[in-house]
Nanobody
């Protein structure tokens, strides 16, 4: 499995960004695919995930109502629409597959990460 995340960048607080993750290889159709983020000195934290069929999304409380996760199973793509960005959303964002709801598994694959920087 290879995961390629892109779409990060520098944005002002209140702005929007859309992250994309292209997946190749095994599809893990019974599991969720999701986004995690990490800032320097902190552990990687869950952001959002969605099932293979593009339903049953999960969100971290900190992003509910601002971020929307979606999936295109035909194109094998995962997206994260981030609106009303806050300074504290600044992090490296990683896509991950497979995950169980919000939980990383022993065999979870990770993308290379894409930097999101929100200026206050």
């Amino acid at each position: 499995v290879q995961l390629q995340a892109y779409g990060g960048g520098l944005v002002q607080a209140g702005g929007s960004l859309r992250l994309s993750c292209a997946a190749s290889g095994r599809t893990f159709s019974n599991y969720h695919m999701g986004w995690f983020r990490q800032t320097s000195g902190k552990e990687r934290e869950f952001v959002a995930s969605i099932s293979w069929k593009g339903i049953s999304p999960y969100y971290a409380d900190s992003v509910k109502g601002r971020f929307t996760v979606s999936r295109d199973s035909v194109k094998n793509m995962l997206y994260l629409q981030m609106n009303s960005l806050k300074f504290e959303d600044t992090a490296v964002y990683y896509c991950a597959l497979p995950i169980a709801g919000t939980t990383v598994l022993g065999g979870t694959y990770w993308g290379q990460g894409t930097q999101v920087t929100v200026s206050s």
